[in-house]
């Protein structure tokens, strides 16, 4: 934080804010609903430009109507379209919907393949769509660089990159693999509840003590209160 910290008291003020935010959010996990890694791949796909809660919503007509990759490619375009209706965009989405679930019949057998390099050659699907993949259905750490991860770095002083490739490995980092993926959680809950983009509520922060943005929103704790969301992103 201040301008002369160690690498060393960088990494210990690191790791102790996301021990503070695990406790301040015992239940973090990913908030899409999947009960598999074809459906997370889905789900994470369709959650752009819209909210979890939307995605959650829709989830079970669509699995159910399409439950694997193979089901998915073969779909009717009207029917998924209407299906994908109430996320918005449903154009693309369904586009993309069908584009990503030939490529996993083509080329992976209709599996999702539990491998980075491979996850992100599928049309549609980024780094951060398969790093959300990887970490929550396959157990494998990843980290998230969504626009909450990022701003909560930068805010904290981890890394000063706004390109998510970047920053993913310098707060990397900063941590052992084993906590990539749950950190990537406490970032974004925090994002969502307690650190907004515009107003962010200090007054409110179970980590100020350790933020240097610490008075980027008020510090009042009865206005701060005020701004905290506490369904988060739903
Ligand atoms: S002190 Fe403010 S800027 Fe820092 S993490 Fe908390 S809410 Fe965000």
Not at 141 to 163: E, S, Y
Request: charged share 25%; with cysteine.
């Amino acid at each position: 934080m201040p301008r002369e910290e160690t690498r060393t008291a960088l990494v210990r003020r690191a790791r102790k804010i996301d021990r503070v935010l695990g406790e301040t959010y015992p239940d973090a996990k990913c908030e899409l609903d999947f009960d598999n890694p074809f459906e997370l791949l889905v789900v994470t796909v369709l959650s752009a430009q819209t909210t979890d809660k939307r995605v959650n919503a829709v989830r079970p007509t669509l699995f159910a109507a399409y439950p694997d990759a193979t089901a998915m490619a073969a779909a009717d375009r009207d029917h998924l379209e209407k299906i994908v209706g109430p996320l918005g965009f449903f154009r693309a989405k369904t586009d993309a919907l069908l584009k990503l679930s030939a490529a996993l019949v083509e080329r992976h057998g209709g599996d999702v393949p539990p491998r980075l390099k491979d996850l992100v050659e599928l049309p549609g699907v980024g780094r951060k769509t398969a790093n959300v993949v990887l970490g929550n259905a396959f157990g494998l750490p990843g980290i998230t660089v969504d626009t909450h991860f990022g701003r909560l770095a930068r805010r904290f002083g981890w890394t000063a990159q706004t390109d998510p490739v970047k920053a993913e490995h310098e707060v990397g980092a900063l941590f052992p693999k084993r906590d990539w993926t749950l950190l990537s959680h406490h970032l974004i809950w925090h994002g969502r509840r307690v650190c907004h983009a515009t107003k962010p509520a200090c007054g409110a922060c179970t980590v100020a003590r350790w933020c240097p943005a610490y008075g980027a929103g008020p510090t009042d704790p009865v206005t701060a209160a005020k701004l905290v969301r506490t369904e988060g992103r739903a």
